[in-house]
């Protein structure tokens, strides 16, 4: 009986800090026998390095001698977090709080140091605990940097992976991190402009907000405000919100920071200084922004974008802010694995939205309450959009509703973006498990108004029917019977933002999905 199997992921090894020692794995036969030395053990599986390389093997097959040996009565799990303070602090612990109810189990923090904590997950009538989960509290920067070292399990980042920080990995044997299922969104947030709540500015164009954030303009009285100096204040370089800014709103107008920013380390701390000080804006997190006044965007065509749960969703407000965590491509321990696919359930969005934050449970929209996004695409769609194109697209949609999951694109690219690549992830899901509750699915594509209308339309209905194949693809099982399933293109028909910026493109080519 052949009882081992080489692993998948067999030059990684694991982020226990453990030193490797001599152990001996013997077939419960005695007929085979493997000696190495311990890399890792997650309770079921032993990984070892032999003289034919890492090897995976299941301890349900094998009996373990030496000084390497784990105890498996009292097996502790152990699994290491790093990276943004924000998801450290509040997004995480709600998870790990709302898992141990619904397992039954006890979760208890400890802080190990300034800078890390520990929660202890356990059961009754156990003396060991069933598992720890350690939390280096810093920077999503941080975060990567430790997985790279093979410092941490699990990245948490208010960003996704930069491109240098992928190539990283790779080459330290850590695979590719934009491959599918290297990462999940766990909660959705969004960067907001805040100013204080007797500010007189009410609303401010991205342009506008680049040229303050690049101190191009420092003075109110050149937005229209009051003949007074601005006061610009900004997260910590390093932390995911900071390079969040710099990778979605500066990069894309060639523009660096202002070095005369005031940086806070804490979100907190930023928000009580804008709330204070009438000639102050400041770059924050929407979750936290309680006690300022967020500043919707506006654009020279489209109705001001702000930033609620439902645009959050759907990501019609441009500067939204998934919180990721980046996995290893190897097994990790069951209890692991069960807290991670409890992040995704209906409880876990609960939590979520008990500690402030955005859940990815869908929504419906009927056409009835879209009133403002169908007048604006009547006094804003391009002239060569005609009547008739605009009938079409409302007598398709009348009937059904929007799902708060859309599917936008990265920057010249047609790959979708981390939100999107979640939501096919979740629709697909609502599929097979049968909780979507609808008859009809329609993917309804929209384009930028680069270009002409008909060329437009055709590109949208091939993005709508790109998404409609990648969300089948996904289902594992079958569709549930008696479900239509359909894409339309409706090119430039329902413009979101101005097409005169990059971000006012990207709002608008995306693939929506209806629903009756």
Request: charged letters at 20%; hydrophobic letters at 40%.
């Amino acid at each position: 009986m052949t009882i081992f199997r080489v692993a998948a992921a067999a030059l990684i090894s694991f982020a226990t800090g453990a030193v490797a020692q001599d152990i001996t794995l013997t077939s419960h036969d005695g007929k085979v026998e493997v000696t190495g030395n311990l890399l890792g053990f997650d309770g079921e599986f032993y990984r070892v390095e032999t003289q034919f390389g890492a090897l995976t093997v299941d301890g349900s097959g094998v009996t373990c001698d030496g000084p390497a040996c784990p105890n498996l009565t009292d097996f502790v799990a152990e699994l290491w977090f790093s990276g943004s303070s924000v998801m450290a602090e509040t997004v995480l612990p709600a998870l790990i709080i709302g898992f141990a109810q619904q397992e039954n189990l006890t979760a208890t923090p400890a802080r190990v140091d300034s800078d890390s904590f520990v929660y202890e997950l356990r059961q009754a009538n156990r003396s060991a605990p069933l598992a720890r989960f350690y939390f280096n509290v810093g920077t999503t920067a941080r975060g990567f940097s430790d997985f790279i070292a093979d410092q941490t399990d699990i990245v948490m980042a208010q960003r996704e992976v930069r491109e240098a920080e992928r190539e990283e990995a790779e080459a330290a044997g850590l695979g590719d991190l934009k491959r599918s299922r290297r990462s999940r969104v766990i909660a959705l947030d969004a960067m907001v402009p805040v100013v204080a709540p007797d500010s007189m500015i009410q609303q401010i164009s991205m342009a506008d907000l680049i040229r303050v954030l690049s101190g191009d303009v420092t003075n109110w009285v050149d937005l229209g405000g009051p003949d007074a100096p601005i006061a610009l204040h900004v997260p910590e370089t390093g932390s995911g919100l900071a390079q969040a800014v710099e990778d979605q709103v500066l990069r894309t107008a060639g523009a660096e920071l202002s070095k005369a920013a005031i940086p806070h380390s804490r979100t907190r701390d930023l928000i009580d200084a804008v709330a204070k000080d009438p000639f102050s804006i400041g770059i924050a997190s929407k979750a936290v922004a309680d006690v300022t006044r967020t500043l919707p965007l506006t654009g020279g065509c489209g109705h001001p974008l702000a930033a609620t749960r439902q645009s959050i969703k759907t990501e019609d407000y441009p500067l939204t802010l998934p919180m990721f965590l980046y996995l290893p491509d190897r097994r990790l321990p069951r209890i692991a694995r069960q807290f991670l696919a409890y992040s995704q359930s209906p409880g876990a969005q609960m939590a979520i939205r008990g500690a402030g934050y955005i859940d990815q449970s869908p929504e419906t929209l009927p056409v009835g309450v879209q009133g403002d996004r169908l007048a604006n695409a009547i006094v804003t769609g391009g002239a060569e959009v005609g009547l008739e194109e605009l009938q079409r697209m409302i007598d398709t949609l009348r009937p059904l509703s929007r799902l708060s999951l859309s599917v936008r694109f990265e920057p010249g690219s047609s790959r979708p973006d981390a939100q999107s690549r979640s939501n096919i992830q979740h629709l697909a899901q609502m599929l097979e498990t049968g909780s979507l509750k609808a008859r009809k699915l329609v993917f309804a594509g929209f384009s930028d108004g680069d270009g002409g209308a008909a060329a437009n339309a055709r590109i949208a209905l091939r993005r709508a029917q790109t998404v409609r194949n990648a969300v089948l693809a996904a289902v594992e099982s079958s569709l549930p019977e008696g479900i239509e399933v359909s894409a339309e293109g409706f090119g430039e028909a329902m413009p979101m933002a101005c097409d005169d910026t990059e971000w006012g493109r990207k709002v608008n080519r995306r693939v929506e999905i209806w629903v009756q």
